[in-house]
């Protein structure tokens, strides 16, 4: 009998699945998990996991992995990747804590250059606190924090993460992907995949900004949320690679 | 820098100096005066070295480097002052719950607020006490002169790693800018194995999580449990303190940090009027020598607490005394050292029954 299809090794076997159904979670963790596979890395990983939905992670990879406080995993991930050249560094977070309350450590770890990849999932909201305005929130998009819809005059405009990290210098691929379909899910690996090769080659920072979906904080089915990401969220933060120092 | 000749040095160089010979592999920091010499002075010796130096972009930054780098067992170290101090106490309580072994130096200014960059002792409450959430101790060593800034930082680096919590080294801006002769002589502790849990990369094994995340309620309070016996432990084997003259002693001044040096001046000059005073100096204010403090209140003995803040080592000298003795203050809150003369004076206003501030 020959296997098509199986866990892959660095993903633990006993874990409890604790996203919510739908979720894009689960999907960008196992794209992480065949690359660490494929490139050979679980022995020199060292993850530097977020507080948010992303902060169980170390539940399901099996690598080592600190907690930072919330907004600082790229701060950690440095001293991680600073006391540890020869160590493959990458964080995992939300775009809370990627894109707000660690806004600053995230800019700047691009801005030196730091050989680490960061991994950021925007949905559009704070899901584990239940659906909040946050720095990704769509323009009208109802939130329990803006329940009469986001609007410029009260909270401003969106971030758009891929675009301003990939204006850093010490960036050396920056992405924005998304998880609503399998030929999206492709590119999806193969631009985390990039973003992982270009700090094993000592290039500079790596990141991928994941177009997610969130059904339970959008009040919507899996499919309508998946619809929402392609219809909605897309227009809005349009997906593409806009550095690649391998390319130029 | 390792010799055993005096070199006549900064405070803040010497703390500089002193994290390299320790072994401090990686330093992460942002400026304030009054300690921004030991970032200067590392920033040139730790690329020579081989070594980490990361000019942050903020004291979060800082702090949250010093978590990554000490997760994976590595001797990582930041300094700040006071108000910027303050921006890293939620990193020290996920530090302390993460047991992690960093090293933390406040050369200290004077709050609250932006403060000003003259000396002062106003940060006692928010190293011992800590200014972060939950339940949480580090260990705070006080040094008093250039050369202690040697030997606690040295003592700080062991001490974070044999016990897996962070330690602060609290200085202030009178030892940090002052130049006094100093020998560092070698780093005298042994290395302590971090291989049981510092995070390597899973090979050969299973990876490993550091977390402070709660998972399990019952799992919570046995771990906080524990790390309070940890600290129980730490309190039994490494209190320390200096004391002199409290043996006939009908006063103990006593002092923290670099008062202790005024205090030391003014038991002398008291004596020399026939004043029977000694003097007291807790050198770890976390663990505090609460036991020590209390046995000398019961054979009698008056306490007068001298310290650059509003009376904040009072309470913990207070609350040692247990009600066995008076225990009167000699403060300001920041700004010019109170003088020798000051001390002595106030001193004997509290000795002729005048308690200005008695409890």
Same mark, same amino acid.
């Given at each position: 009998m020959q296997t098509v299809f199986s866990v892959p090794k660095v993903m633990k076997k006993d874990f409890k699945f604790t996203f919510c159904p739908g979720c894009d979670h689960g999907v960008a963790m196992?794209?992480?998990?065949?690359?660490?596979?494929?490139?050979?890395?679980?022995?020199?990983?060292?993850?530097?996991?977020?507080?948010?939905?992303?902060?169980?992670?170390?539940?399901?990879?099996?690598?080592?992995?600190?907690?930072?406080?919330?907004?600082?995993?790229?701060?950690?991930?440095?001293?991680?990747?600073?006391?540890?050249?020869?160590?493959?560094?990458?964080?995992?977070?939300?775009?809370?804590?990627?894109?707000?309350?660690?806004?600053?450590?995230?800019?700047?770890?691009?801005?030196?250059?730091?050989?680490?990849s960061a991994i950021c999932i925007n949905n559009t909201t704070y899901g584990m606190t239940g659906g909040q305005h946050g720095p990704t929130t769509l323009m009208g998009q109802v939130t329990t924090t803006s329940p009469f819809g986001r609007n410029k005059e009260y909270y401003g405009y969106p971030i758009k993460m891929a675009e301003h990290i990939a204006l850093c210098d010490g960036t050396a691929f920056s992405a924005r992907v998304a998880l609503d379909s399998i030929p999206h899910i492709n590119q999806a690996k193969q631009a985390l995949k990039k973003a992982f090769e270009v700090q094993l080659q000592g290039l500079g920072f790596g990141f991928v900004e994941i177009l997610s979906s969130c059904p339970t904080n959008w009040h919507m089915t899996p499919k309508q949320a998946h619809d929402r990401v392609r219809d909605e969220m897309i227009p809005v933060f349009p997906l593409g690679i806009f550095k690649d120092v391998t390319a130029e | 820098m390792i010799s055993d000749k005096k070199v006549l040095i900064k405070g803040n160089y010497a703390i500089a100096q002193a994290a390299i010979n320790a072994?401090?592999?990686?330093?992460?920091?942002?400026?304030?005066?009054?300690?921004?010499?030991?970032?200067?002075?590392?920033?040139?010796?730790?690329?020579?070295?081989?070594?980490?130096?990361?000019?942050?972009?903020?004291e979060l930054g800082a702090i949250n480097m010093v978590v990554g780098a000490s997760a994976t067992g590595v001797k990582a170290m930041t300094s700040s002052s006071s108000c910027a101090i303050a921006l890293m106490q939620e990193a020290l309580s996920y530090a302390y719950s993460d047991e992690l072994p960093a090293v933390v130096v406040n050369v200290m200014r004077a709050g609250p607020g932006l403060g000003y960059v003259y000396p002062a002792q106003g940060d006692y409450n928010q190293a011992v006490y800590g200014g972060g959430n939950g339940d949480y101790k580090i260990i705070v060593l006080a040094p008093s002169t250039v050369q202690e800034c040697i030997d606690y930082t040295y003592r700080a680096f062991y001490l974070a790693q044999k016990y897996r919590n962070?330690?602060?080294?609290?200085?202030?801006?009178?030892?940090?800018?002052?130049?006094?002769? +100093?020998? /560092?002589?070698?780093?005298?502790?042994? =290395?302590?194995?971090?291989?049981?849990?510092?995070? !390597?990369? &899973?090979?050969?094994?299973?990876?490993?999580?550091?977390?402070?995340?709660?998972?399990?309620?019952?799992?919570?309070?046995?771990?906080?449990?524990?790390?309070? +016996?940890? /600290?129980?432990?730490?309190?039994?084997? =490494?209190?320390?303190?200096?004391?002199?003259?409290? !043996?006939? &002693?009908?006063?103990?001044?006593?002092?923290?940090?670099?008062?202790?040096?005024?205090?030391?001046?003014?038991?002398?000059?008291l004596r020399e009027k026939g004043i029977k005073a000694g003097w007291f100096r807790p050198i770890t204010l976390s663990p505090f020598p609460t036991k020590r403090i209390y046995e000398l209140a019961k054979e009698g003995k008056d306490f007068v607490v001298v310290e650059m803040n509003m009376g904040q080592m009072f309470k913990d000298v207070k609350y040692a005394i247990n009600g066995e003795a008076h225990v009167d203050l000699i403060n300001r809150p920041c700004g010019e050292w109170l003088s020798v003369e000051e001390i002595v004076s106030s001193v004997e206003k509290i000795m002729g029954g005048k308690y200005a501030n008695c409890i």
């Amino acid at each position: 009998m020959q296997t098509v299809f199986s866990v892959p090794k660095v993903m633990k076997k006993d874990f409890k699945f604790t996203f919510c159904p739908g979720c894009d979670h689960g999907v960008a963790m196992r794209l992480v998990a065949e690359i660490i596979d494929e490139l050979d890395l679980k022995e020199k990983t060292i993850c530097s996991s977020a507080i948010g939905c992303s902060v169980f992670i170390y539940d399901f990879l099996n690598i080592d992995c600190i907690e930072a406080p919330h907004g600082r995993a790229c701060a950690s991930a440095t001293g991680v990747k600073r006391a540890n050249p020869d160590k493959f560094v990458f964080t995992y977070q939300g775009d809370g804590d990627f894109a707000s309350i660690g806004w600053a450590e995230s800019m700047h770890t691009a801005l030196r250059g730091e050989k680490v990849s960061a991994i950021c999932i925007n949905n559009t909201t704070y899901g584990m606190t239940g659906g909040q305005h946050g720095p990704t929130t769509l323009m009208g998009q109802v939130t329990t924090t803006s329940p009469f819809g986001r609007n410029k005059e009260y909270y401003g405009y969106p971030i758009k993460m891929a675009e301003h990290i990939a204006l850093c210098d010490g960036t050396a691929f920056s992405a924005r992907v998304a998880l609503d379909s399998i030929p999206h899910i492709n590119q999806a690996k193969q631009a985390l995949k990039k973003a992982f090769e270009v700090q094993l080659q000592g290039l500079g920072f790596g990141f991928v900004e994941i177009l997610s979906s969130c059904p339970t904080n959008w009040h919507m089915t899996p499919k309508q949320a998946h619809d929402r990401v392609r219809d909605e969220m897309i227009p809005v933060f349009p997906l593409g690679i806009f550095k690649d120092v391998t390319a130029e | 820098m390792i010799s055993d000749k005096k070199v006549l040095i900064k405070g803040n160089y010497a703390i500089a100096q002193a994290a390299i010979n320790a072994g401090c592999q990686c330093y992460f920091g942002y400026p304030i005066t009054p300690q921004t010499e030991i970032g200067e002075y590392l920033s040139a010796k730790m690329p020579e070295l081989g070594r980490g130096y990361v000019c942050a972009e903020s004291e979060l930054g800082a702090i949250n480097m010093v978590v990554g780098a000490s997760a994976t067992g590595v001797k990582a170290m930041t300094s700040s002052s006071s108000c910027a101090i303050a921006l890293m106490q939620e990193a020290l309580s996920y530090a302390y719950s993460d047991e992690l072994p960093a090293v933390v130096v406040n050369v200290m200014r004077a709050g609250p607020g932006l403060g000003y960059v003259y000396p002062a002792q106003g940060d006692y409450n928010q190293a011992v006490y800590g200014g972060g959430n939950g339940d949480y101790k580090i260990i705070v060593l006080a040094p008093s002169t250039v050369q202690e800034c040697i030997d606690y930082t040295y003592r700080a680096f062991y001490l974070a790693q044999k016990y897996r919590n962070p330690v602060m080294l609290l200085a202030d801006g009178l030892l940090g800018q002052m130049m006094e002769p +100093a020998c /560092f002589g070698e780093y005298p502790y042994p =290395e302590v194995d971090v291989s049981s849990w510092a995070l !390597k990369g &899973a090979k050969g094994r299973d990876g490993k999580a550091i977390y402070s995340c709660a998972r399990d309620e019952q799992e919570h309070i046995r771990k906080i449990e524990r790390l309070f +016996a940890k /600290f129980e432990l730490i309190a039994e084997n =490494e209190t320390s303190y200096e004391e002199d003259l409290t !043996k006939d &002693a009908d006063i103990v001044l006593t002092a923290f940090g670099s008062m202790t040096r005024n205090i030391k001046a003014a038991t002398r000059a008291l004596r020399e009027k026939g004043i029977k005073a000694g003097w007291f100096r807790p050198i770890t204010l976390s663990p505090f020598p609460t036991k020590r403090i209390y046995e000398l209140a019961k054979e009698g003995k008056d306490f007068v607490v001298v310290e650059m803040n509003m009376g904040q080592m009072f309470k913990d000298v207070k609350y040692a005394i247990n009600g066995e003795a008076h225990v009167d203050l000699i403060n300001r809150p920041c700004g010019e050292w109170l003088s020798v003369e000051e001390i002595v004076s106030s001193v004997e206003k509290i000795m002729g029954g005048k308690y200005a501030n008695c409890i």
